[in-house]
């Protein structure tokens, strides 16, 4: 079974023309902004590609989590023991609570457990870890892969670039000029990175500009997070704020270095002393958790993994 989105006949006039197929060997993720998401969401209701999984139908708040899990357990005929499926989904040490009580991310783990029992293809995910805690996230990458046992395409719609790499095989970003394919980081290679530098020259005074309307802000490197590469741009990240940089993430790159700056993704520069967590999804997926009021994560590339580990003497 596939999943093919077709606006080649432009049927949405927001949206540019592209036409995508979803087979089952690969989870998919399109990146776009909320505007362009929410014309790709129209458009796949429109022509009946899917449902749209988005946490929005109901739950039963008065029952316990046990009792919803138990509900659809049996509505849907699921072959999979009840006991399974609360494990499966880290609701059993909360199968007792009512759903009521249950905090944001123990109630999204209760709609991944009632989508995995639907047993529906293909499936569309609408911002499945959004605001989520890192057992949850963990929960739900558990649940695509069972899914994709079951040889079911699965397209997962984000507006965090982030969760974009993270979640999917193949990863594609929606914008004005079509949509592309984003290079991802399992098809890096040693040679294609920047060599570090043996030896980073010491600027005495040296901050990095941004410009926000008329102005120019200057920042020191240590209160910044990280600088991420979104549609050919950089942004300076610092706690929930963006600011557009003029510079490329290999013009500054080397400059940060001596400020404690590590390149930890093609897309990412990250300040070291920022990261409070090393986060292992998988195998080959891994994320830096960031010490700020929000607590970001941004991607870690596989081929970098060895690096941060010696960087923080964990070898």
Known sequence: MTLTIDNTNMKS????????????????????????????????????????????????ERLSVEANVAFYHKWFGCKTPLPEILVMFNLHSCAKKPLRKCTLSETRRVYYA???????????????????????????????????????????????????????EVAYRLQEKGLHQIEMELEETKDTEIEASTSPSITNLFKISAKVGEKVILFDPPEIDYIESQDGK????????SFTMDATLTEVEKKLEVYGFFRCHRSYIVNLQKVREIITWSKNTYSLRIDNKSQATIPLSRTKIEDIQKIFSLK
């Open 234 to 241: 950089s942004h300076i990240v610092i706690n929930n704020e």
């Open 114 to 168: 009632k989508y995995y029992m639907m047993d529906i293809k293909p499936l569309i995910f609408r911002e499945p870890v959004q605001g989520v805690d890192v057992l949850t996230i963990h929960t739900f990458k558990t649940m695509l892969q069972a899914l994709r046992q079951r040889k079911t395409p699965i397209l997962i719609l984000l507006t965090n670039l982030e969760h974009a790499l993270l979640l999917g």
């Open 13 to 60: 006039e927001m949206l540019p023309a592209f036409s995508i197929t979803i087979d089952h060997p690969n989870i998919t993720t399109i990146y776009s902004d909320t505007d362009f998401q929410a014309e790709l969401i129209e458009l796949c209701q429109k022509n009946n590609y899917s449902m749209i999984f988005d946490q929005q139908e109901g739950l039963y």
